[in-house]
Every structure is written in C-alpha cells, then in structure tokens.
C-alpha cells in the first residue's frame, strides 16, 4: 500500500468544507501527545514512518489490539519499552471510554492498545519540539550552571538557572508559539497520518484511499475542535461529511483526500487566527509576564496564577514565598508550574495532567495525578506527589517523594537524583485519588527506569555517540534520612475529608527507620524532663532544640519558616 494522498482540486472550491470562522470550532492540536507522550527510544524514531508503519499495519491489523510482546517483537525492542509505549500511550488517549485507559495498572498489558491509537502515537515519535528562545544576555548567566556534565555544552541553553535570571517566559515557547509549532507539524504530516488511517475504496483499487468514520475519529488523538478540547465539539461532529450521521447507520466512507483537504484549510485557519491573535499582543505594550521581574518582586507579581479555557492553570513566578492552590481553585485539569524558586507551592487537587518546569530549591507538592506528571530542568526541588506515572528530564539535586502506579522514567542528562516512598496526606487525598484513578496498594516509587541521556525530540544538535549514552538513574532515600511532611491544615474544616494518614504503605525499612526515630525522641524527651536542671534552664533546652529542628527543617525541605508555627 504505497499509494499517497493527493490534494483533490475539486473539493478546495466545495464551500461546504471551507473552515467556519466560529472561535468554538477552530482546529486545536491536543497538547497531551507532545508534552507527555515523547520517548527516547531510538527505535521509536523513524526516519520514514510511512515505510515502517504501513507494513506494521498490515502485519498486526488481524490482532485488533497489540500487546506488549507483540509490539514487542514487532519493533525489535525489549519488553520493558514495549510495556513502557502502552502505559505511556494510555496516558495520553483522548478517548477515556478506550478500554486501555479504564484498565487498572496491572491490567493494561493483557487489554492492549488499539492498533490505530498505536500507529499514530508511533508517527509522531519524529516530532521535534520548540526549544525556549536563549536569554537576550547568556553571557551574564553562563557562570550560575556548574559545568560538571560531559552535555552541559549542548543542553545548557535549557538550564534552570538561567530561568531564574530571566524569570519571564518571554524565552521559553509560549502555549501559541508551541500549539503553531504542532499545527505546523501536523500540516506537514497529515497526509501520511490519513493514509496510515484510510482504507482502500472497495472496488476502486489500491489508488483509491478512502476514511470512515471510525478511522476518522482516531485523528481525536492528535486533534480537536472547540475552546474546551475534549469536552468540545466531536471530531465527526465537526467534520460535514460526518456530521448529523444515523447512529443506527454506518457513514459512507469519505474519500481521504477530500479529509485532508478540509484538515489543511481547518488548519490554515488556525494558523491565521494565532497569527492575529498574537501579533497585537507582540507589537503592543509588554505585560507583566513579558518583563524581567526582579525575583524578590515575584510573589507579587500578576503572573503568579493565569487558566485559560482550553488551556492548563499556569502557577509561575513564585519566590520566597508558600502558595497554596485547592481543588475549588484549579479551573483546569491540567497544571503548568513554571519558574518558582525558594518556595513552597501546595496543588491539593485530583489533576490529569501536571508539569513543573525550571525551579528550583523549592518544594512542590501535587494532589493526585490521574494521567501523567513531567519535571524538567529543575534544580534543588523536592517533589511531592501521588500519581499514575512520572517522568523526570534534566534535572539535578532533586528528591522525589512518590505514590506512583508505574515506573518513574528518568530521561536526559540528571544529576544526583533520589527518590523515596510517599511521606505526607491531606484529609482528602484518598478522596482526589479515586476520582484520578491512583491505586494506593501498587507504588513503583523504587524501580526507576532510566532511557537515554540526550532527547532525540528537540531540536539541538549532539555530537556522535551522545545519544546512545544512558540518562543517570535514582538512588534510594537512605531510610535514616526519610521523614514524614506534614501539609499545614489551613483552612480547618473548610476542606473536611477522611483520610487521616499516609494511604502508601511504607516499606519495613523506612517503617523501622521511623520507629528508631519515634523512640529516639521519647528517649530524649525523658532525659530533658529527668534532667537536674531547673525549670528555667528546661525551656532554654527545649527552645535550643526546637531552633535547631526548625533550621534542619529548612535546609532540608525548603519549608518557609513562618509556616513552622502551623507544624507544631
């Protein structure tokens, strides 16, 4: 199956394919594929996916839905990374009803992939993302990255450092600049992603590809209509040659170059309509998050927290300061923290998607996360979270604390990384992980999986032999070091729930671990009262103590002192 989609002339003039200039029905790419759904494998990039994917196709379409050891097999890749493309595709499939998505974690091998989700998730393993713009003055930050790595010279463009400096996302890709990015993609690509998805016309020859409609409906994976994406328009729906179909009747079939030329035009479209709605913003006054905010200023600064209908809930710019956002508080599913440094920023809600994104010496702690979490280009922060699955990229000096349900990717060039069982709750995080779908019996926080050291998706160029070196994995918390983080209550019993402890079980190391510590401290709270010493010199003793424990606090979780009060 060889043959390619040309563009039909007769359906450009077609009025009835011609894009609707309503905001509601303008193409979206969905984000979620491009932002969570890259891996570094180098056998997922294919040179030519049209070559490699159409005899995929043809060899696996009697199974229907592809498991791990035929995927396996198929591609010449190990087990591990067969299962890792199926969890990873399952987190990021627009359709939730798709069995993969309902299966519980130890199910979604033995459920499959649907082989056309497969495919495009595949194809777009070529994707290159949009690198952050460099900062106008790299010189003047050059000296905050240490230069202890052998790819500091290659990465150190997307140093976290030299966000800070920055403190403006002026110089990282913009939510239009990167949705332009991906609908340039997908322009460029859609005929090959039809003919992965078109069928031959029956009766016509292998010349004539044509789409039904349930081909068509996979293209949901890559795209949608409407300002609040997967709660918007269907993508049938949307489509004329489609919409207002008999439920109880199959649509005929569509000739597949009529669909790409309706894609191209809803594409085009969209293009124009983040050109203008860019341009006034670029050429006009700058705004707040366009300015160079002195960090100290940061906490006060307007682009501390911004949502967009169809977009992620940004959480940007905080320094030196706590924040705290509740489930009542996040409009999206979907969480952006971006540049926060010195802080600690509390996300107590059940999410889909989150990202932490250039911060550093800071804590952040996330509720429970349904789908996916990334961490990238972070320094000195210690993440907090329960989640269905974790990746980490280029980052250094972190610890993670983890509730997951499948293996921590670790991607990138990282640097002394450790991760640790789950250690704190909030009274409704039990709650918040029923509805994102999180097992508390199953926690993988100990196996972590490292790919390789450089991301064959941006855009830099490496030198030979780079990309086959393996990204630095985890190190275990040693358990001596591992203490429970207690979440302030401060709302009292505005945000009633039931759960009253840590929902993880601990591993017996870290339970005996606490158990030391729990008799050490009853030991010393012994001698402080059996000791000879007036009552006085008692409360001078106990002060000194409390000083010292609230330093190490600190120092070890960047919690802010003035929070020390809701702690005791």
């Not at 040309?6 to 894009?19: G, K």
């Amino acid at each position: 199956m060889s043959d390619s989609i040309e563009p039909s002339t007769s359906s450009r003039e077609d009025p009835d394919l011609a894009p609707s200039p309503n905001p509601n029905s303008i193409i979206h790419p969905r984000r979620e594929p491009f932002e969570h759904g890259l891996l570094p494998i180098p056998k997922l990039i294919l040179s030519d996916p049209i070559q490699t994917l159409i005899p995929l196709k043809q060899k696996l379409a009697p199974t229907g839905r592809v498991n791990s050891e035929t995927l396996a097999e198929s591609l010449q890749i190990s087990i591990d990374h067969a299962q890792l493309v199926l969890n990873t595709l399952a987190s990021v499939l627009h359709a939730d009803a798709d069995p993969i998505v309902k299966a519980r974690p130890a199910e979604i091998d033995s459920v499959g992939a649907d082989l056309r989700d497969l495919i495009l998730f595949l194809y777009i393993q070529s994707y290159k993302r949009l690198l952050p713009r460099t900062h106008k003055d790299s010189a003047s930050v050059a000296d905050v990255w240490p230069s202890t790595s052998a790819f500091d010279g290659y990465l150190s463009a997307l140093s976290p450092l030299q966000l800070v400096r920055s403190n403006s996302r002026r110089f990282m890709p913009s939510q239009s600049d990167e949705e332009a990015h991906q609908l340039s993609y997908l322009q460029k690509h859609m005929a090959n992603i039809l003919q992965l998805l078109a069928e031959p016309a029956e009766g016509e020859g292998e010349e004539s590809l044509v789409l039904s409609m349930e081909g068509f409906e996979h293209l949901a994976f890559l795209i949608q209509f409407g300002e609040k994406g997967s709660e918007g328009i269907p993508l049938s729906q949307a489509a004329p040659f489609f919409a207002n179909s008999d439920p109880d009747m199959p649509a005929v079939p569509v000739p597949a170059a009529q669909v790409h030329d309706w894609l191209l035009q809803n594409i085009a479209s969209a293009l124009e309509h983040l050109t203008e709605r860019v341009s006034p913003r670029e050429n006009g006054p700058a705004n707040n998050s366009d300015q160079d905010v002195a960090m100290a200023d940061a906490c006060t600064s307007s682009i501390k927290s911004s949502a967009s209908a169809k977009g992620p809930s940004f959480i940007e710019g905080i320094s030196k300061a706590s924040y705290v956002k509740q489930a009542s508080e996040i409009k999206s599913s979907s969480v952006k923290v971006i540049n926060c440094h010195d802080s600690a920023i509390y996300i107590l809600a059940p999410l889909r998607y989150a990202t932490i994104y250039g911060c550093s010496d800071a804590t952040i702690i996330l509720g429970a996360v349904g789908k996916a979490v990334r961490v990238e280009h972070c320094e000195r922060v210690h993440v907090i979270t329960a989640a269905r699955r974790v990746c980490i990229a280029n980052c250094r000096e972190c610890v993670f604390f983890l509730g997951v349900n499948q293996r921590p990717l670790i991607v990138g060039d990282n640097h002394k990384l450790q991760v640790a069982p789950y250690n704190t709750f909030y009274s409704q995080l039990e709650e918040h992980m029923a509805e994102a779908g999180i097992e508390a019996t199953i926690n993988r926080w100990d196996e972590p999986l490292a790919l390789g050291a450089v991301d064959p998706h941006d855009s830099l160029s490496h030198p030979a032999g780079v990309s086959d070196a393996q990204a630095e994995s985890a190190t275990h918390v040693d358990p001596d070091q591992f203490i429970d983080f207690l979440i302030p209550n401060w709302f009292g019993g505005e945000c009633a729930g039931s759960t009253k402890a840590n929902p993880f079980p601990l591993p017996d190391a870290y339970v005996a671990a606490q158990q030391r510590k729990q008799k050490s401290w009853v030991e010393i709270k012994k001698l402080i009262k059996e000791a000879p010493l007036d009552d006085s010199r008692k409360r001078e003793v106990s002060s000194a103590l409390h000083v010292y424990f609230r330093d190490w606090l600190y120092g070890n979780l960047h919690i802010q002192l003035s929070e020390f009060s809701h702690l005791s």
